[in-house]
């Protein structure tokens, strides 16, 4: 099997390293920070707020990033086998000094780790990249390749004690590939990951993972490189961040929270690190939220089609 290093542009996930559901309806408590804890499906807690290590590389970069989010308050990390800094968020963690139990750990498999027979042994491997005992969150990363063996797998991986909660990332080109899924699993995904922000809302997704109870997590939550920014240019954002001393990044991830989903903004900058967490002080008003969902035009910064992710992600094999 070939190891192939890809691109950080190419994955779905959250990346600025240069910079209807209420939030009540689903949080019980709050970690150290104040960030509300989400409660999935299966009856754990998640906090709804992390930081997202898509495009950061293996080593100190990531490494110093989750402790330094770490003291600013933190709990919850993301990462995944494509991003190949599985370890250093490991290594981070533990030297914490942090108890694990208030460390929520999300990672990712690969599709070529897909499959009856495949997958239980790759959750044994991402458990050694990260040096941990058991993992939090495991979604599949992309639709192709043999989900469903693998969503068997995962299941099993969960009886086991492996890992708390599976979940699934860009299940959304089509209601019938996410069904394809959802018909055949035991247990429902607890969160899905896919493209949200203030310019793509995702309402038809926000409805149809309510039905299963399903946390919407998501990602490029303001915008992604490919958006260059646009969203923290918006003339309503702004005018909104005016009014409450805010930046506009913190507007937008304080409406994701109000909105009641997972967020993870990724970002190696301390004081990006500082600022993300820093909007538990402050409500965006009634008003404040209808402009924000007035900005909905389902405008996606991540554009491939399916037919392109089966091709291009089905082909690329990532091992350790």
């Known amino acids: 099997m070939k190891t192939i290093l890809l691109g950080c542009s190419i994955f779905a996930g959250s990346c600025m390293t240069a910079s209807a559901q209420t939030?009540?309806?689903?949080?019980?408590?709050?970690?150290?920070?104040?960030?509300?804890?989400?409660?999935?499906?299966?009856?754990?807690?998640?906090?709804?707020?992390g930081l997202g290590t898509f495009c950061l590389p293996e080593g100190s970069v990531t490494k110093n990033a989750v402790l330094t989010a770490l003291k600013r308050g933190y709990r919850h990390f993301d990462t995944a086998h494509a991003y190949r800094n599985e370890r250093s968020v490991g290594a981070a963690v533990r030297e914490s000094g942090i108890p694990r139990e208030e460390i929520w750990i999300t990672s990712k498999l690969w599709p070529n780790e897909y499959g009856e027979g495949k997958t239980l042994p790759a959750v044994d491997k991402m458990l050694n990249r990260l040096g941990l005992e058991y993992i939090d969150l495991i979604y599949l990363h992309q639709p192709v390749g043999d989900y469903v063996g693998a969503w068997r797998e995962l299941e099993k991986a969960v009886a086991q004690g492996k890992v708390r909660a599976i979940g699934i990332s860009n299940f959304d080109f089509s209601d019938a590939l996410f069904d394809s899924l959802m018909d055949s699993a035991q247990i429902k995904p607890a969160a899905m990951q896919i493209e949200c922000h203030p310019y793509a809302q995702r309402r038809h997704w926000q409805k149809r993972l309510q039905e299963t109870g399903t946390v919407l997590e998501s990602w490029f939550p303001l915008g992604g490189r490919e958006s260059k920014g646009e969203l923290l240019r918006d003339p309503v954002i702004n005018r909104i961040a005016a009014a409450h001393e805010k930046t506009a990044a913190q507007i937008i991830i304080r409406w994701h929270?109000?909105?009641?989903?997972?967020?993870?903004?990724?970002?190696?900058?301390?004081?990006?690190?500082?600022?993300?967490?820093?909007?538990?002080?402050?409500?965006?008003s009634k008003e404040d939220m209808e402009d924000l969902r007035a900005l909905d035009s389902e405008k996606r910064y991540f554009t491939m089609t399916y037919e392109g992710i089966s091709d291009r992600f089905g082909k690329y094999e990532i091992d350790d």
Do not use: C, H, R
């Open 23 to 49: 939030t009540s309806d689903k949080v019980n408590a709050t970690t150290v920070a104040n960030v509300p804890m989400l409660t999935l499906n299966n009856g754990v807690e998640m906090p709804q707020f």
């Open 257 to 284: 929270i109000q909105e009641g989903f997972s967020v993870i903004p990724g970002t190696d900058n301390p004081e990006y690190i500082a600022e993300n967490i820093s909007i538990f002080d402050f409500e965006l």
